[in-house]
Nanobody
Framework: QVQLVESGGGLVQAGGSLILSCAAS????????MGWFRQTPGKEREFVAG????????DYADAVKGRFLIARDNTNDILYLQMNSLKPEDTAIYYC???????????????????WGHGTQVSVSS
């Protein structure tokens, strides 16, 4: 059973940076696309960034392009999200997700991902 555990969230001032990590275990996780999503109260979970199994292709939501960077360490099965120039509207719970499908694609719909972490809170003050 795949398990995903996020860490690295916290409170930061606008313009600051944070690095989120997601430790994966329980299966050949390095074979699959992974992604980061975020959610605020009353809203749908939204795609932030995704990365294919070997890291050679990534995709980002327009809202974070140029500010966030997704990367993965397949030796240690860790997914990262480097977040720079943070804005108050980036405040959300951030979730790590894994797509249990060998197709090399980066879907932006949450229902395309089968495994999820419990989330880590990111709060950006103005």
């Amino acid at each position: 059973q795949v398990q995903l555990v996020e860490s690295g969230g916290g409170l930061v001032q606008a313009g600051g940076s944070l690095i989120l990590s997601c430790a994966a275990s329980g299966g050949p996780v390095s074979t699959y696309t992974m992604g980061w999503f975020r959610q605020t109260p009353g809203k749908e979970r939204e795609f932030v960034a995704g990365i294919i199994w070997n890291g050679e292709r990534t995709d980002y939501a327009d809202a974070v392009k140029g500010r966030f960077l997704i990367a993965r360490d397949n030796t240690n099965d860790i997914l990262y999200l480097q977040m720079n120039s943070l804005k108050p509207e980036d405040t959300a719970i951030y979730y790590c997700a894994l797509r249990w499908n060998l197709m090399v694609a980066i879907p932006s719909m949450a229902n395309e991902y089968e495994y999820w972490g419990h989330g880590t809170q990111v709060s950006v003050s103005s």
